[in-house]
């Protein structure tokens, strides 16, 4: 699965014109806030946000300037993961669960070094990853998705937890980005 494909399927998950009372990032178009869609020139109604536009705003935002598609080059399906992750909850968090699932997974350090987890993918995260790949395998990288995904869903359950209205998105949040 490539870029376009990643975001075919984003923008699908995420519909169309949505502005939930509950929902703190206001006025939303095909995922893309309005926030977003301002500090990236866009003026307009945001029901009216080009999908050219959203495109632009997934392709850059969330997988050039993170470094996911270096990710990809050595585990497609991980990549993907830190790509919709970072689409619902930030390019920090995403990154941040891979560092964490990383550091749990290198056997106290036999594998690789512990990385310090600075929410960036860099050359360490990268020779990490390539280190647990190379080690592991196939059968590892899917074990490594369950763990982000583990991380992913704890975090969402913490999120309706520490403010009620967020528990309006918590079924829809597991059902749609967790599979």
């Known amino acids: 699965m490539d870029i ?8 699908a998950r995420e ?6 009372p ?16 301002r500090a990236n020139g866009y003026a307009g109604a945001m029901q009216a946000l080009p999908r050219s536009l ?6 850059r935002l969330y997988w050039e300037q993170p470094g996911y598609a270096f990710v990809a080059e050595i585990n497609e399906t991980i990549a993907a993961e ?11 968090t995403a990154t941040g669960f891979l560092q964490r699932a990383l550091n749990a997974l290198n056997r106290n350090q036999r594998d690789y ?3 310090k987890l600075d929410r960036r993918i860099g050359a360490r995260t ?13 059968a590892g990288g899917a074990i490594l998705l369950q763990a ?16 009620p209205a967020n528990e309006a998105f918590l079924y829809g949040w597991l059902a749609n980005r967790m599979g």
């Open 22 to 37: 509950a929902d703190r990032g206001g006025p939303t178009n095909m995922g893309i806030t309005q926030a977003v869609a």
């Open 82 to 92: 830190l790509f919709d992750t970072a689409v619902n909850m930030g390019v920090g």
């Open 54 to 59: 959203a495109e632009t705003i997934y392709r």
């Open 113 to 115: 070094p512990d990385l």
């Open 126 to 138: 990268l020779a990490a990853l390539r280190a647990f790949h190379a080690l592991r395998g196939p």
């Open 4 to 11: 376009h494909d990643l975001i075919d399927n984003v923008i």
């Open 15 to 20: 519909g169309g014109y949505s502005n939930h």
């Open 148 to 163: 982000l995904q583990a991380l992913q869903g704890e975090h969402y359950i913490a999120l309706a937890e520490s403010r």
